[in-house]
Structure formats: structure tokens, C-alpha cells
């Protein structure tokens, strides 16, 4: 752990994936990068508050002072918002377990560490979406 200097955890939910970077403490910032620039959390998730409380959950149930310990770099791909803030979050624990494995046995209770497999299912050739078929008809 002393040569790295930061923890890495890439994780996926839906169709977005969100790479973490969790470096020590320098300027207590967790910042999204996009084409445009960088900012922060709290301005990705500009009207929806309940999804940075879903992303810093892990550091919630780890006490008040853990998320004051790091700093983060987060690039996120694909899909929505929920998908995406769902995926940082697993990405933090995910780092977080990589930190210390005494962090595995707070988070793992919380459901924390799990995948959620859901994707979409993909549209079938003869269909009109993936399950809804075409009208029938008698003639």
C-alpha cells in the first residue's frame, strides 16, 4: 500500500461504468471529469441530492470522518444518472475494501459489495421491442 498513491476501482451498473481514484486528503474535493472540464459532485448531480447521498453512502456507513480522509477523481461512461451514481457508489466500496479488508466486513452487511447484474435485455429481430410482438392477426 506505500508505493501506491492513490486506490483504483472500476465498477459497473447498468450500462455505466465509473472509474474511482481515492487519493489521501490534499484538498477534500470529489470531482467528475467530463469533456468540458472537471466539477464537482454536487454539481453532476445538480438537482438530484438523493444521489450524492447514494454515492457517498459507503463512507457513511464507515463514520463521519472517512469521507473527510480522501480526495477523488471519478470518470463516469455511459447511460443515466442513476445508473451512474449507483455505479460511483460501488466503485467507492470497492476502493474502500482495497484500502483496508476491516472495511469489508461494515460494508459487506449493507449490500455494499454487490453487483446488481440487471441490464437491458437486447431487441429481437422479429420483435417490436425486446418481448412485445408485432399485433396478431387472424387475416
Keep these: 500500500m506505500a508505493d501506491k498513491k492513490y486506490l483504483y476501482a472500476?465498477?459497473?451498473?447498468?450500462?455505466?461504468?465509473a472509474v474511482v481514484?481515492?487519493?489521501?486528503?490534499?484538498?477534500?474535493?470529489f470531482s467528475i471529469k467530463k469533456w468540458t472540464g472537471s466539477v464537482t459532485l454536487q454539481e453532476y448531480f445538480w438537482w438530484h441530492t438523493y444521489m450524492v447521498e447514494d454515492c457517498f453512502f459507503p463512507f457513511t456507513v464507515l463514520g463521519d470522518?472517512?469521507?473527510s480522509m480522501y480526495d477523488a477523481e471519478i470518470t463516469v461512461r455511459w447511460w443515466w444518472l442513476m445508473g451512474?451514481?449507483?455505479?460511483i457508489r460501488l466503485a467507492f466500496a470497492r476502493a474502500l475494501v482495497e484500502?483496508?479488508?476491516?472495511?469489508r466486513l461494515t460494508l459487506k452487511p449493507h449490500g455494499l459489495l454487490k453487483r446488481d447484474p440487471r441490464v437491458k435485455e437486447?431487441?429481437?429481430?422479429?420483435?417490436?421491442?425486446?418481448r412485445k410482438?408485432?399485433?396478431w392477426s387472424k387475416r
Excluded at 451512474?84 to 455505479?87: K, S
Excluded at 437486447?122 to 425486446?130: M, N, Q, V
Design 10 to 17: 472500476v465498477w459497473r451498473r447498468k450500462r455505466s461504468t
Design 84 to 87: 451512474q451514481a449507483e455505479a
Design 133 to 135: 410482438s408485432p399485433e
Design 99 to 103: 484500502q483496508s479488508e476491516a472495511n
Design 122 to 130: 437486447r431487441k429481437k429481430p422479429w420483435l417490436k421491442k425486446a
Design 21 to 29: 481514484k481515492l487519493y489521501p486528503k490534499w484538498s477534500g474535493s
Design 65 to 67: 470522518k472517512a469521507q
